[in-house]
């Protein structure tokens, strides 16, 4: 039973990593309240000046430990250790967003929302893509797009039923040389 379990939970992390592409997934998209509308991009912050999040090593329950683990005994993520998040070329949308793919796992049962906004400029708000097909608690895979680089706060939420836990991080987002 035990193997069994492993052997899910791998396979849900491998297809969180490879990305969940086709169309039977299911995506929500979180807008940021106070948002609305397009705004023009601005400068990029100098990476100094966002007070960027470094993981805090919580690993989540049956996982193995990482330096790059962050949590809060409910809801957690994997963040760079750095707190710099580099987008790969091929990681930039159609549309100039740029993406990057955040593994989530849910001590509390819900579905999972996340939202963001950028602290250093005006910006449109941070699109997610979660797919669905997972269980109520356990490992989610996401995809967070940037409309622009800069410093951006995010926040993860899930739950329901009385039952609520959210986990709020903040990352430098750096477009790669080629682009934007």
């Given at each position: 039973m035990r193997l069994r379990l492993l052997l899910v939970a791998?396979?849900?992390l491998l297809v969180g990593l490879l990305g969940?592409?086709?169309?039977?997934?299911?995506?929500?998209?979180?807008?940021?309240?106070?948002?609305?509308?397009?705004?023009t991009p601005a400068a990029p912050?100098?990476?100094?000046?966002?007070?960027?999040?470094?993981?805090?090593?919580?690993?989540p329950p049956g996982e193995q430990?990482?330096?790059?683990?962050h949590g809060n005994g409910a809801l957690w993520t994997v963040l760079?250790?750095?707190?710099m998040?580099?987008?790969?070329a091929q990681d930039v949308q159609p549309d100039g967003a740029l993406g990057m793919k955040f593994p989530w796992w849910r001590g509390t049962p819900g579905y999972l929302a996340v939202a963001g906004r950028r602290l250093?400029?005006?910006a449109p708000p941070l699109r997610a893509e979660i797919p669905a097909g997972y269980f109520a608690s356990g490992f989610q895979a996401s995809e967070l797009l940037f409309p622009t680089e800069g410093c951006w706060e995010v926040t993860g939420r899930v739950g329901g039923e009385g039952r609520e836990a959210s986990l709020t991080f903040v990352v430098q987002v750096i477009a790669p040389r080629s682009c934007c």
């Open positions: 791998i396979s849900a969940c592409t086709g169309p039977a997934r299911a995506v929500l998209r979180a807008p940021t309240p106070g948002h609305a509308g397009a705004a912050a100098r990476p100094a000046s966002c007070p960027v999040t470094r993981p805090n090593g919580s690993t430990p990482s330096p790059t683990h760079p250790r750095d707190g998040a580099r987008i790969r250093d400029a005006p």
